[in-house]
């Protein structure tokens, strides 16, 4: 169990999602940082890459492991303290019974995911653990953790024996443990760009599936201007503000489906870049879509980031997604 | 009978993981029956065929969305999939998007609808033939979304149209029956909103512990039954007993 002492501005249960109802009208919802949750889930050595994780943003209060545990952080570089001494983030952590773990600030970045050996064991609905706040469905108790909450830990998320205390050992042999992850290994090309600590974000996009809707000029302008996320933005989308888009006719369509990364330009002719929470069908038209391997990096940015487009082929928006796959095999081999 | 021109749809991509099929540009019956059936064929078709990485087929009013894994297929094989079975439609002729007739309760009026006489007296009629007129309806539902379970209805009658209100409600209750200009509609779960309410149906239509499943699906046409307070407690614990039921045999089996 993981006992809530103090749960950070907002921290809730997120996994890979709830897929296969969005035609019920359920939001996906999950992870905003995909790349981090399945890279989180290795380090701890979970074989269920999309278990489920807590998510923080921007600190994470404190928490007590009221039993021993093995948990990582990925995401941004949030300063972690075990019983006062300070531990890594993005590197597996042995936690005794009774230790208490306060998450700070984070220094870069905005989301984190601490994943813990065994996975977070709340109940599944419709075969997901996620936390739909906007529903106020799924998670725990359909809502963001508050003081006193009391996580369950379980153990569906390993395959073959759990044993926390074995699993320790075998970091520990192989200088894993307490250790943060070769960072070469564990970034992700597109929020490797970011963690260098450029200004700004190039994300990328597949055209469409209405870019007719907007003007020769406003395809120019969304792939040479740079935007800025305002503070509207959370984890239904990403709100940018920039030099206007203009639609030829309007922006609004008859509604129609939505997918994570999908860029809607409202009708005052800013961009929002659709993240975990979106709704399942909007009404606004959609000029293209970022990659999926190009979310994570979105979702690491706060107000005042800057980011741009550039636009590829859905081709090369699988192999970037397939390089990113690898990757997080990779991580596999080294924390099996 | 109602497929004539699926060569006329568009595909294009969504990003690395949903290619979006177009059927027109208009919400319409027509339009809707070429998304309805190519929901259907392509459901059937992936579902038989067992096409590696395809995830779900999401209808809206004029066009679907189909979901991928990028890992597993791409662009190109989707697309070409579902240029294929949409000209398997076209050939066959068969319609897959008359739905069925789904019967949804409503107690009108009252403590359950609190606008239905605001909605009489902006039409000019007694608040019964609201109740006629509303329940007297095939409504078709196009499309679930908003929130989980709300169903997008077309085919409300003219005269009983009326204005969403000026502020909204913070807080409808679960099944309230509802009409937001010249559409009707349902709320699934407690939400803000501002419908006229007129009545409210004692039917779950959407279970947040996800144990009853939603009794439509979109390509069904709906039927509003009127029924008093009496039979609207009947239903409700008859409701009650049905998810318990469920619980206790899905809880059995694992």
Known sequence: MIKIISPGPLTSVQDGGRQGCQSQGYRECGAADMYSLAAANILVGNDDHHAAVLELTLAGGVMEFTEAAIFAVTGGDFALTLDGERVPVHGPVYAKAGSRLTIGMAAKGLRGCLAVYGGIDVPELLGSRSTDMTCKLGGFKGRALQKDDEIPVGTYAVKGEYDVEKRRASLAERNLLNLAADRTKLVNPGVGRFFQGKRLTVLRAVKGPQEEYFTEAAHGTLERSVYTITPQSDRMGCRLSGPVLESVNGSDIISDGIVGGSVQISSDGQPIVMQADHQTTGGYAKIATVISADLPALAQLRPGDEVGFRFVSPKDAAAAARAIYEGLLNLKECYK | ?254
């Open chain 2, 1 to 254: 009978m109602r497929i004539t021109n699926l060569n006329e749809i568009t595909i294009k991509p969504a990003g690395d993981s949903a290619v979006q099929i177009f059927c027109g540009e208009e919400i319409s019956e027509a339009v809707g029956d070429k998304v309805s059936a190519l929901t259907a064929a392509l459901r059937d078709f992936f579902a038989a065929e067992k096409i590696a990485g395809i995830g779900e087929v999401v209808p809206a009013f004029s066009s679907l969305v189909v979901r991928y894994d990028p890992l597993v297929t791409d662009y190109d094989e989707v697309a070409f999939r579902v240029g294929q079975v949409a000209a398997e439609i076209e050939i066959s002729g068969e319609g897959g998007g008359q739905g069925n007739i789904v019967e949804i309760p409503v107690c009108y009026g009252g403590e359950f609808g609190a606008d239905l006489a605001d909605v009489a007296a902006h039409n000019g009629i007694t608040e019964q033939e609201v109740i006629d007129i509303h329940s007297g309806g095939l409504y078709r539902l196009y499309m679930i979304g908003f929130l989980p379970g709300f169903p997008y209805l077309g085919g409300l009658d003219k005269r009983i149209c009326c204005p969403r209100l000026k502020s909204p409600r913070t807080k409808i209750p679960t099944g309230a029956v509802g009409i937001g200009g010249e559409q009707t509609g349902i709320y699934p779960m407690e939400s803000p909103g501002g419908w006229r309410l007129i009545g409210r149906t004692p039917v779950t239509l959407f279970d947040p512990d996800g144990i009853l499943p939603l009794p439509y699906k979109a390509g069904d046409m709906i039927k509003f039954v009127a029924i008093d307070k009496a039979e609207y407690e009947r239903i409700a614990a008859a409701e009650a007993e049905r998810k318990e039921k469920l619980r206790r045999e899905k809880g059995a089996g694992v």
